[in-house]
């Protein structure tokens, strides 16, 4: 079967750093995404992974392990608006397969 | 920018209406895609679209047809409004490339009564 796995939710102090695991099992990987929705909004292209390593773009850096079925992504500098559900998602041939998201709440 | 928009914000409708959710992007992307978000299930593709005049179901395509009879424009309808047709539905649109990335419309909230 196919089903990608990250946490429900999780909580992080201002300024910190929080990593966010996403674990997938699916047929097919053209590659993998991480979108950030804040609430009642529209999701937002973050990041995309096809190779296995890092892929840095400025506070938000994202990692895949296609061997392993894993990515996470890493945000440093927390701030009270990276307050966002965060989706990771695997494309196949056109489609995209969507793990349920991840809830981040920034604490003062 | 690539621009989704979606009509509708908002929708209330009755059961057993006939329902049409309309989306449009300026990017001229070949791909097109419906989805349903609720709470604890995420993302889930009803219908999407490669061309002109061709679909392909998804994931929970029972209840909703498309159609898409310019490159720029598809339509979600639900045939028959149901309760448990009452949603947050989301349009996106993507190149026909490896990178397809997509992007989203603000999407459109409908309750279903």
Redesign the interface.
Known sequence: GQNIDQPTEMTATEGAIVQINCTYQTSGF??L?WYQQHA??????LS?N?LDGLEEKGRFSSFLSRSKGYSYLLLKELQMKDSASY?C?V?GT???I????TRLKVLA | DVK?TQSSRYLVKRTGEKVFLECVQDMDHE?M?WYRQDP??????IY?S?DVKMK?K?DIPEGYSVSREKKERFSLILESASTNQTSMY?CASSL?N??????????TRLSVL
Do not use: W
């Not at chain 1, 969507?98 to 998201?101: C, I, Q, R, V």
């Not at chain 2, 990178?99 to 419309?105: E, L, P, R, S, T």
């Open positions: 053209n590659g995404f009642g909004e529209a999701p937002t292209f995309y096809v989706l998602a494309s056109y489609k995209y969507f793990g349920t998201g | 989704v791909n895609f604890g299930l995420g993302l889930r593709l999407f490669y392909e998804g989301l026909d490896p990178k397809n990335i997509q992007y989203f419309g603000a999407g």
